[in-house]
């Protein structure tokens, strides 16, 4: 089956710090591939997303590439704030016109301080 | 606001009681789900509407679990008979292309 496997945390970081937290996945075929972001006391945003092998998606300065021969999609970013303090969730769909159901990762919670 | 809105937010209940949990989707999504997220962990996912129809249930979604979306628009989601391993965020998504979630109702079963 499908699954997500992502770095545990929490990552704790200075302000202006370069962020990676890596994300792995295990799919048939061609997934598409989504970050989302969980701020304190808040539902899930979508942060960013790539449907196809070597697309990069961005979003507020963060970034990750879709890397099929590696199945990897790990989040970046080269300056880190406070406000981005969270809990990054990785997570695919597996295009296949069944739902499109997301499977998760586990989430990895950032810390950034002042 | 155009979002995915969920009802009630916070619900605590005892052993045994049912509670039901109400998501308005985006408007235009013909498509919404149901998710499961407790303390520390990713969201596991429940089952799956395309408007009316239940298309998708996941193993986890037991026979005291029931969702239902009458007219494609707004679900409900209504446990039966809640234990304490119940407690958990409830999420809701919709979509038409990618999924946008509700700000979830957090459950507690004393």
């Known amino acids: 089956g499908n699954s997500v496997t992502q770095m545990e945390g929490p990552v704790t970081l200075s302000e202006e710090a370069f962020l990676t937290i890596n994300c792995t996945y295990t799919a048939t075929g061609y997934p598409s591939l989504f970050w989302y972001v969980q701020y304190p006391g808040e539902g899930l945003q979508l942060l960013l997303k790539?449907?196809?092998?070597?697309d990069k998606g961005s979003n507020k300065g963060f970034e990750a590439t879709y890397r099929k021969e590696t199945t990897s999609f790990h989040l970046e970013k080269g300056s880190v704030q406070v406000s981005d303090s969270a809990v990054y969730f990785c997570?695919?769909?597996?295009?296949?016109?069944?739902?499109?159901?997301?499977?998760f990762g586990g989430g990895t919670r950032l810390m950034v301080k002042p | 606001d155009t979002g995915v809105s969920q009802d009630p937010r916070h619900k605590i209940t005892k052993r045994g009681q049912n509670v039901t949990f109400r998501c308005d989707p985006i408007?235009?999504?013909?498509?919404l789900y149901w998710y499961r997220q407790t303390l520390g962990q990713g969201p596991e996912f429940l089952t799956y509407?395309?408007?009316?129809?239940?298309?998708?249930k996941s193993r986890l979604l037991s026979d005291r679990f029931s969702a239902e979306r009458p007219k494609g628009s707004f679900s409900t989601l209504e446990i039966q008979r809640t234990e304490q391993g119940d407690s958990a965020m409830y999420l809701c998504?919709?979509?038409?292309?990618?999924?946008?979630f509700g700000p979830g109702t957090r459950l507690t079963v004393l």
């Open positions: 408007s235009e999504h013909n498509r």
């Open positions: 509407f395309q408007n009316e129809a239940q298309l998708e």
């Open positions: 997570a695919l769909t597996p295009n296949n016109n069944a739902g499109n159901m997301l499977t």
């Open positions: 998504a919709s979509s038409h292309l990618d999924p946008f």
């Open positions: 790539a449907t196809k092998a070597d």
